[in-house]
């Protein structure tokens, strides 16, 4: 079996993980978000697919849900006590090694499909990782504040504000002129399913959704998605800030019709949602609380059956 499933970061990679275990023998090809990418210190970071190779690869800090484990900071110390910054972004010493070979080997020519690859080479996380395009995508915040009203990178508004100042509006710059990066649309092509985890609608998701082609691609294909809302709250992380800033309600059904049913054959919710209804889209209640692995690899079970169940009446 071909599964294609979409990636943001932390909820993405730990579903992937269930994925992964739920279905040993199957195809998985996973296509990562660079929108969050952000150039520090010279060094191009590219925080979801590392959080994806890491966390199959065996590497990451498990309790932080990204960055490596066993980390040390001296190099981090280091740059402040140059007063260099910014100080807010947490590179630690193991991550710093992977940004440097990967800025070397752009530097050098190689596209960041390729890059991703070669990194992949030795954490071996078990599944083929693309970053959605080889084209620079930056995820931009339009934020107002005692500066007046600004753009800001998204990690800026994410990592050092915690999205505590109001987003305006959210765009994905440079999505519109790229393209999908090689693989990409023939794995989607080939794909028996298509699975969207529990990661952020619209930074993560939707943001891989908006290169050209990609959306078109996957719509043709069976989708079942997991939503990353239980009830009026994320499961981690801040995506009602992102949802508020698009006018979405933070909740499974408009996170269902935010994706619809051009797009949409299967949404999962949790228990607590099971009064859930999205015309045109087949909605099933589970438990969707990634507390261990047994429950991670049950949800990522769930959504493939649901989604061979309904490619048999399609």
Same mark, same amino acid.
């Given at each position: ?8 970061? !932390? ?7 269930? *994925? %992964?275990?739920?279905? #040993? &023998?199957?195809? =998985?090809?996973?296509? @990562? ?118 753009? !800001? ?7 050092? *504000? %915690?999205?505590?100042? #109001? &987003?305006?509006? =959210?765009?994905?710059? @440079? ?140």
């Amino acid at each position: 079996m071909k599964i294609v499933a979409l990636a943001g970061g !932390i909820g993405g990679a730990r579903f992937l993980r269930g *994925l %992964r275990s739920a279905h #040993p &023998a199957a195809e =998985i090809t996973v296509i @990562g978000n660079t929108g969050d990418d952000i150039s520090l210190f010279g060094l191009r970071v590219c925080p979801d697919l590392d959080t994806v190779m890491y966390t199959l690869g065996g590497g990451i800090n498990e309790d932080q849900g990204w960055g490596r484990a066993d980390e040390t900071f001296t190099v981090k110390e280091e740059l402040g006590a140059y007063g260099v910054g910014p100080n807010w972004f947490g590179l630690g010493d193991r991550d710093f090694a992977t940004h440097i070979v990967r800025t070397q080997m752009l530097a050098a020519g190689y596209e960041l499909s390729a890059v991703t690859e070669a990194l992949c080479d030795r954490w071996k996380p078990g599944v083929r990782l693309i970053p959605m395009t080889n084209d620079q995508v930056e995820t931009h915040v339009v934020i107002e504040d005692e500066q007046g009203r600004r753009a !800001i990178h998204f990690q800026e508004w994410w990592v050092r *504000l %915690r999205a505590s100042v #109001p &987003a305006l509006s =959210i765009a994905a710059v @440079g999505a519109e002129d790229s393209a999908p990066a090689p693989g990409v649309l023939e794995a989607i092509e080939a794909a028996d399913v298509v699975v969207l985890p529990p990661s952020n609608p619209v930074v993560s998701i939707g943001t891989i959704l908006s290169v050209p082609g990609i959306r078109d691609a996957i719509a043709a294909k069976t989708v079942v998605g997991v939503s990353p809302i239980i009830g009026t709250a994320p499961v981690r992380g801040m995506a009602d800030a992102c949802l508020t800033a698009i006018g979405v309600e933070t909740s499974a059904q408009a996170v269902a019709e935010l994706y619809g049913p051009d797009l949409l054959d299967g949404w999962l919710v949790a228990e607590t949602d099971a009064n859930v209804h999205v015309k045109d889209i087949e909605v099933r209640s589970r438990p969707l609380l990634m507390s261990d692995p047994d429950a991670t690899a049950a949800l990522a079970h769930a959504a493939v059956d649901l989604a061979l169940e309904l490619k048999e009446t399609q």
